[in-house]
C-alpha cells in the first residue's frame, strides 16, 4: 500500500542528501587525488582504482537491494548507506597504506549502492508509485550540482588544510546528509508478490527487462568513459579546460528543461530522445578536427545528454514494469550498467591510446547508433504491448 502523499519538504531534503553523497564520493577522487598522489607517493590509477573497486562492489550488492528495502524501508536503508559513506571518508582520513585505501572504498561501495540514486528511487517508487516521477526528477536536478558545488568546494579546503583534514570534514557533511534523508518516510512497504502471469506476458517482461538492461549499460559505458576523458578531448582541440563548465551547463540546464516539460514528456518518449540526440552529438564532436568550437558544442550537448540519461535510467522501468516489481527488476537489471561504469575509464584509456582521442569518439558515435536501435526497439515493443488494449495511439 502506498503512502497518500509526498511530504513537501521531501525533494528539497532527498535531493540535499543526494548532492552531498555524490559529492563525498564520485566527485572526491577528481578534487583530491593530487593531493593524495604528493603525500601518499601513490600514482593516479593507483588512487582510482579505489573509486573502480566500489563500483564493482555496488554491482555485487545490487541483487540484495530490494529485500533490504522491503525489509527495514527505505528511510533507514538510505541513511544506513549515508553513514557507510561519512564512515568511509573518516577511515580514508586515517589510512597510510594502499590496503586501508581500498578497504575504505570498499565500505563505500556498499554505502553507495544503499544510498545514491537507484536506492533513493526504488524507495520512492516504493511508497508512491507512478507519483514518484516527478520527485525523483527534481531529486536529480540537485543531484547533478553534485560536480558543480564539490569541486570547488574540495578545491577550497585543501587551500587551508591538508587532504585528511578534508575528507573528515566530507565525513560531517555525510552525517548532515544522513539527517537530511530523515524526510524520507520510514514505512516499509513488502515485494510485490509475484503475478501469476501468461507465457506471453513472461516473455514481453524478458524481453523489456533485456532490451532495458543493454540499453543502460551502453548507455552507461559511454558516458562513463566520455566524462572521463573529456579533459583529453578538450585538451586535444586546443581549447581551454574551463570549456568542461559547458558539461555542467548542460547537465543541469537539461534536467531543468524536463522539470518543467514534466507530464508532457513521458518516459519513453524522452528515452527515444535521448537516444537518437547521441550520435548526432558525437558526429558534432568529430566535426571539431575541422571546426574547432564544435568541440564546445558537443561538451555542451552531450553534458545535457547526460543529465537525462539518469532520469531515463530512473523513470523508464515505470513504464516498462509494474511500480511494485520497481526495486527488485532494477536491483538485477542495473547489474550490467553498475560493471561498465567500473570498467569504462579503463577501456577509455586504451582506446584513446591505441586509436586517439578522436578514434576513440568514432568508436563511441557506432555505439550510440546501437543504442538508438535499442531506444527504438523499446519503443515498437511497447507499441505491440499497448495494441490489444487499444493503448497504442499517442503511446511515445
Known amino acids: 500500500m502506498k503512502?497518500?502523499?509526498?511530504?513537501?519538504?521531501?525533494?528539497?531534503?532527498?535531493?540535499?542528501?543526494?548532492?552531498?553523497?555524490w559529492g563525498i564520493t564520485f566527485y572526491m577522487p577528481g578534487t583530491f587525488a593530487h593531493a593524495i598522489a604528493a603525500d601518499m607517493r601513490w600514482s593516479s590509477p593507483q588512487i582510482y582504482l579505489g573509486l573502480t573497486l566500489a563500483m564493482l562492489v555496488m554491482a555485487t550488492v545490487s541483487p540484495f537491494v530490494a529485500r533490504l528495502l522491503a525489509r527495514f524501508g527505505g528511510q533507514l536503508v538510505v541513511m544506513s548507506g549515508t553513514l557507510m559513506i561519512a564512515v568511509s571518508c573518516a577511515?580514508?582520513?586515517?589510512?597510510?597504506?594502499?590496503?586501508?585505501?581500498?578497504?575504505?572504498w570498499l565500505l563505500a561501495g556498499i554505502g553507495m549502492r544503499l544510498s545514491l540514486y537507484d536506492a533513493l528511487f526504488a524507495s520512492l517508487v516504493n511508497l508512491?508509485?507512478?507519483?514518484?516521477?516527478?520527485?525523483?526528477?527534481?531529486?536529480?536536478?540537485?543531484?547533478?550540482?553534485?560536480?558543480?558545488?564539490?569541486w570547488p568546494l574540495g578545491a577550497k579546503l585543501l587551500t587551508f588544510m591538508s587532504?585528511?583534514?578534508?575528507?573528515l570534514v566530507y565525513a560531517l557533511a555525510g552525517?548532515?546528509?544522513?539527517?537530511?534523508?530523515?524526510?524520507?518516510?520510514?514505512?516499509?512497504?513488502?515485494?510485490?508478490?509475484?503475478?501469476?502471469?501468461?507465457?506471453?506476458?513472461?516473455?514481453?517482461?524478458?524481453?523489456?527487462?533485456?532490451?532495458?538492461?543493454?540499453?543502460?549499460?551502453?548507455?552507461?559505458?559511454?558516458?562513463?568513459?566520455?566524462?572521463?576523458?573529456l579533459p583529453e578531448f578538450i585538451a586535444s582541440v586546443g581549447l581551454p579546460a574551463s570549456v568542461g563548465m559547458l558539461w555542467g551547463i548542460g547537465q543541469t540546464g537539461a534536467r531543468f528543461t524536463e522539470v518543467v516539460a514534466g507530464a508532457h514528456l513521458?518516459?519513453?518518449?524522452?528515452?527515444?530522445?535521448?537516444?537518437?540526440?547521441?550520435?548526432?552529438?558525437?558526429?558534432?564532436?568529430?566535426s571539431a578536427s575541422t571546426f574547432i568550437w564544435a568541440a564546445a558544442g558537443f561538451v555542451l550537448g552531450y553534458g545535457a545528454i547526460n543529465g537525462l540519461v539518469t532520469i531515463v535510467k530512473a523513470t523508464l522501468p515505470l513504464q516498462l514494469f509494474p511500480a511494485e516489481d520497481y526495486a527488485r527488476r532494477t536491483g538485477?537489471?542495473?547489474?550490467?550498467?553498475?560493471v561498465m561504469a567500473a570498467v569504462s575509464p579503463f577501456a577509455y584509456a586504451w582506446l584513446n591510446r591505441e586509436l586517439g582521442v578522436f578514434g576513440a569518439m568514432w568508436v563511441s558515435c557506432g555505439l550510440t547508433v546501437i543504442i538508438g536501435g535499442l531506444a527504438i526497439g523499446l519503443v515498437v515493443?511497447?507499441?505491440?504491448?499497448?495494441?490489444?488494449?487499444?493503448?497504442?495511439?499517442?503511446f511515445v
Open 163 to 167: 587532504w585528511r583534514e578534508a575528507l
Open 175 to 229: 552525517l548532515l546528509s544522513a539527517v537530511l534523508i530523515r524526510a524520507l518516510p520510514g514505512h516499509r512497504v513488502p515485494v510485490g508478490t509475484m503475478r501469476k502471469a501468461t507465457t506471453h506476458a513472461n516473455h514481453q517482461d524478458r524481453r523489456n527487462g533485456l532490451l532495458y538492461a543493454a540499453f543502460i549499460a551502453l548507455i552507461t559505458f559511454v558516458s562513463n568513459g566520455t566524462s572521463t576523458h
Open 128 to 150: 508512491y508509485g507512478q507519483s514518484a516521477r516527478r520527485t525523483i526528477s527534481h531529486v536529480t536536478l540537485a543531484g547533478g550540482l553534485a560536480s558543480a558545488v564539490f
Open 332 to 338: 538485477v537489471l542495473l547489474i550490467p550498467a553498475q
Open 91 to 104: 577511515v580514508m582520513a586515517c589510512v597510510h597504506a594502499l590496503p586501508g585505501w581500498y578497504a575504505a
Open 3 to 21: 503512502t497518500s502523499a509526498l511530504p513537501r519538504l521531501l525533494p528539497v531534503a532527498a535531493g540535499g542528501n543526494q548532492l552531498i553523497n
Open 266 to 286: 513521458s518516459p519513453l518518449r524522452l528515452t527515444l530522445i535521448t537516444a537518437l540526440a547521441m550520435p548526432l552529438c558525437f558526429l558534432t564532436g568529430l
Open 381 to 394: 515493443v511497447q507499441r505491440h504491448n499497448k495494441k490489444p488494449s487499444g493503448e497504442a495511439e499517442g
